[in-house]
């Protein structure tokens, strides 16, 4: 669980169609972390999100294995909390 971590979580929302699950100030860097309950990895928000503001670093959690991409990584639902 995200409660799990150091971190105190926060949402991010520009409109009801474009949101954020999470964001979390890691040392000086806003992380956005978008949550998926299936396998379903599309992560349309946390995309536009990642286009519009450059983060260091952005994660989805999901049903999916580990997976590094240029722009976010993949963290599967049980290793949230290696954050």
């Given amino acids: 669980m995200i409660s799990d971590t150091p971190y105190t979580p926060y949402y991010y929302s520009i409109n ?3 949101e954020i699950d999470f964001m979390i100030q890691k040392e000086r860097n806003i992380v ?3 949550v998926e309950a299936e396998e379903n990895l599309r992560a349309k928000s946390l ?3 990642c286009e519009k503001y450059h983060p260091k670093e952005a994660i989805r959690t999901s049903m999916s294995d580990y997976r590094k ?3 976010m990584t993949n963290l599967p639902l049980y290793a949230i909390h290696t954050i």
């Fill in 16 to 18: 009801s169609a474009s």
């Fill in 32 to 34: 956005p972390i978008e």
């Fill in 47 to 49: 995309h536009n999100y």
């Fill in 69 to 71: 991409q240029e722009w």
